[in-house]
């Protein structure tokens, strides 16, 4: 079973920035597409990030556009998410996600982490 690891979560004040890494624990999965996703207490999965394995294509949800940006380096088998000008309300668990086809919903998505709280205050 393929796993993923988030990290990079934290506390943050609103305005600042943290950037997350996922972390495929098998070397295969550098080739999966990844998608980011976040999630509060009582409320559905939000997607956040989508990247495709080459890096070619990534998407956004509106709501972080021109604040967050993904990338990833193969060579190291490690996805990342920059999160700049962050506020109070992109504080969620945020969870990578791998797919073998590149997709924005949750429900396409078979490998998951274990998520990483991101706390902004105000």
């Known amino acids: 079973q393929v796993r993923l690891l988030e990290s990079g979560g934290g506390v943050v004040q609103t305005g600042g920035s943290l950037r997350l890494s996922c972390a495929p624990s098998e070397r295969t999965v550098r080739t999966y597409n990844i998608g980011w996703f976040r999630q509060n207490p009582g409320k559905g999965r939000e997607f956040v990030a989508a990247i495709s394995w080459t890096g070619d294509t990534i998407d956004y949800a509106d709501s972080v556009k021109g604040r967050f940006s993904a990338s990833r380096d193969n060579a190291k088998n490690t996805v990342y998410l920059q999160m700049n000008s962050l506020k109070p309300e992109d504080t969620a668990v945020y969870y990578c996600?791998?797919?073998?086809?590149?997709?924005?919903?949750?429900?396409?998505?078979?490998?998951w982490g274990q998520g990483t709280q991101v706390t902004v205050s105000e």
């Open positions: 996600a791998g797919s073998s086809v590149y997709t924005v919903r949750a429900e396409d998505y078979i490998h």
